[in-house]
């Protein structure tokens, strides 16, 4: 059975910080583009950062490039997101997919979900 479990959210204060880890079973985790997918109230889901089975390819949604960073670490089957400068905008229910396949941005793509976390941002 595959599961992905994302911890780290809360409330944060604008221009703070928060690490998001999702923990990852029940695959070759090793053998998974990992990505980060947001969606907010009223909007759509929306790509956020997304990291190639090795660890050296990353990618970015424009809304956060230069302020959030996707790592991996295959030991432990777990892959984060660093949020920093964070905006009342990045408030969201944040999760983790994995993907066979391809780095892709396009959430239809990916073939396993976790049950997300909550970020909220205060102004």
């Known amino acids: 059975q595959v599961q992905l479990v994302e911890s780290g959210g809360g409330l944060v204060q604008a221009g703070g910080s928060l690490r998001l880890s999702c923990a990852v079973s029940?695959?070759?985790?090793?053998?998974?583009?990992m990505a980060w997918f947001r969606h907010g109230p009223g909007e759509e889901r929306e790509f956020v950062a997304v990291?190639?089975?090795?660890?050296?390819?990353?990618h970015y949604g424009d809304s956060v490039k230069g302020r959030f960073t996707i790592s991996r670490d295959n030991a432990k089957n777990t892959v984060y997101l660093q949020m920093n400068s964070l905006k009342s905008e990045d408030a969201a229910v944040y999760y983790c997919?994995?993907?066979?396949?391809?780095?892709?941005?396009?959430?239809?793509?990916?073939?396993?979900w976790g049950q997300g976390t909550q970020v909220t941002v205060s102004s």
């Open positions: 029940g695959l070759t985790f090793s053998s998974y583009a």
């Open positions: 990291i190639d089975w090795s660890g050296r390819s990353t």
């Open positions: 997919a994995a993907n066979a396949l391809e780095m892709g941005r396009s959430w239809w793509n990916y073939d396993y």
